[in-house]
Every structure is written in C-alpha cells, then in structure tokens.
C-alpha cells in the first residue's frame, strides 16, 4: 500500500511538471492543456489554479454516469495543478528554439511516464479519463470514438479561447499512445498481497 501511494503521488507531481515543461517550451501541448491554457490567459488565472477547477467541473460530470471516484481521482484533482503551478515558478521563460524544443520532447516523456505511474498504482482514473470511461459503461460507444470526440471538443475550445496549438500538440497525438503502452507495464502494481497460511509459516 505504502509503495502504490508514493508511485501514485510521484506520478500525479510528474505529470504537473510535465504540464509546465509543455508551458515553458511554447510549441503547443496536449488538448487538455490548450484547454487549460485558453482558460488561463482568458481569465487571467494561473493554469494550475484552472486545472483544479476543470478537474472539479469534470468530476462532477462523474454523478449522472454513476461515476464512483477514489483516491487517486480526488487526489489528481489537486495535486496536478499545485505541481504546475509549482514547478512554473521556479521554470523560467526560454527563447532557444533548440532548448524549448528539447523541453517538448522532456515534456512527452515525463507525462507517458506519469501516466503509467499513477495509473499502475491502481487507485482510480482521473476526472477525465473516467468520463470517458463513464460514457462508455452508460453508452456501450466504443473507446476510441469517446476518446476523439472528448479530445478533439476541448481542443477546438482551447484553441477558440486562444490556447497554445502548435507542433507539441501533433507530437503529443502521435507519441502518447505508444509511449504509455510501453510505460504502464513497469508501473503496474498488485493491489493485494498474497499471505501464505500460518501453518505454512511454522517450522514442522
């Protein structure tokens, strides 16, 4: 339990970071993020402060679809956002293209790899994911289709609102995909240890 609670949390830090490299590169990010961004910059609010409040809003989308969220769904919530919000301040702005360009790719990275940490540890989906999955139980509409329509909706949105669109955002449609699959097996953990019986524990 201890183990599935640090690799949950160490994933839901990574994945805030991860949001604030795609920031700071300026060469677009994934759909939620030019969301989040086209929020921010209308509102003239922090884009950690706006991930907290899209991830409630999300949440309670959960209710009609009979939606039960857990830990790691209460806990994306907050925790994506504050590391964000966090690790902008201290990431300073950067004009090299061959740096920002390098921080893409990190960004990329460090989301498959969060991805299938928090994932794998097994306390719940994120508001977002579990919408998508709540659709589907309620609906039977294949995955897939949910997983388009939700992505390409929030996209055309952020970018309406003036989000960051860019060459990070095709990257990150073609690569996340992959890159997970390949994450979420090291991360995967068993949720119940198996004890053996105590008589097979005593010396005979």
Not at 24 to 49: C, K, M, Q, T, Y
Not at 90 to 100: A, D, F, G, Q, T
Not at 173 to 196: D, E, S, T, Y
Request: aromatic letters at 6%; hydrophobic letters at 55%.
């Amino acid at each position: 339990m201890l183990r599935r609670l640090i690799q949950l949390y160490i994933g839901l830090i990574l994945y805030g970071v991860s949001t604030a490299v795609y920031v700071r590169a300026n060469l677009g990010a994934d759909p939620w993020n030019v969301f989040h961004l086209g929020v921010a910059g209308l509102a003239s609010l922090d884009i950690g402060l706006v991930m907290i409040l899209t991830g409630a809003a999300v949440l309670l989308l959960w209710i009609p679809l009979r939606q039960r969220p857990g830990l790691g769904t209460i806990s994306n919530v907050i925790v994506l956002g504050l590391a964000a919000d966090a690790t902008l301040s201290i990431l300073p702005p950067l004009e090299s293209l061959w740096l920002r360009s390098a921080l893409l790719l990190l960004a990329v990275v460090l989301n498959a790899l969060a991805t299938g940490m928090y994932i794998g540890a097994g306390f719940g989906a994120g508001p977002r994911d579990g919408l998508m999955t709540g659709i589907h139980a309620r609906t039977g509409w294949p995955i897939r289709r949910i997983r388009t329509t939700i992505e390409i909706s929030v996209l055309l949105i952020g970018v309406l609102l003036g989000g960051a669109f860019g060459i990070g955002t095709v990257l990150y449609a073609l690569a996340i995909g992959p890159l997970i699959q390949i994450c979420l097996p090291w991360f995967q953990l068993p949720r119940v240890a198996q004890r053996k019986p105590l008589k097979a524990e005593l010396p005979s």
